[in-house]
């Protein structure tokens, strides 16, 4: 596979995830680092967009509920290099019904290189870091050249 290098924009497209039992973290979360979050475009799956927009006041992008396909319509925008970074609060103590989904949400995460935050103390580093408010160099798939070579 090759590479190429795009630039991620200084403004952010964030998808924000949580589990249930991690909504309320989430959203508190989301209440500390409220104005830092209000300058980006965030994204949200079902339930949790519509909490963290009544709690906090932001502006979310609600998509379908996770287990019904929002995990997987965030998956979409991430290949479509529409989400720049992914904070999923998810619960690694209770099973999933919907595991597979999360586990192709995070592999797309991983291959399309974009910051993943799965927990409160990374996703604290990752809006504290200087590169959350700037522009920066990253390497993705080019599928371009992928499919140049194929014809």
Known sequence: MQFKNITANKTKAIALVAHDN??????????????????????????????LSKETGLKINSLISGPLGGDQQIGALIT?????????????????????????????AAVWNIPVACNQASADFLINSTLFDNAYQKSVPDYDQYIADRT
């Open 22 to 51: 991690m909504k309320k973290n989430l959203i508190k979360w989301s209440q500390q680092y409220q104005d830092k979050l209000a300058a980006h475009k965030l994204f949200a799956t079902g339930t949790t967009g519509t909490l």
């Open 80 to 108: 479509e290099q529409k989400i720049d970074m992914l904070i999923f609060f998810w619960d690694p103590l209770e099973a999933q019904p919907h595991d597979p989904d999360v586990k192709a949400l995070l592999r797309l």
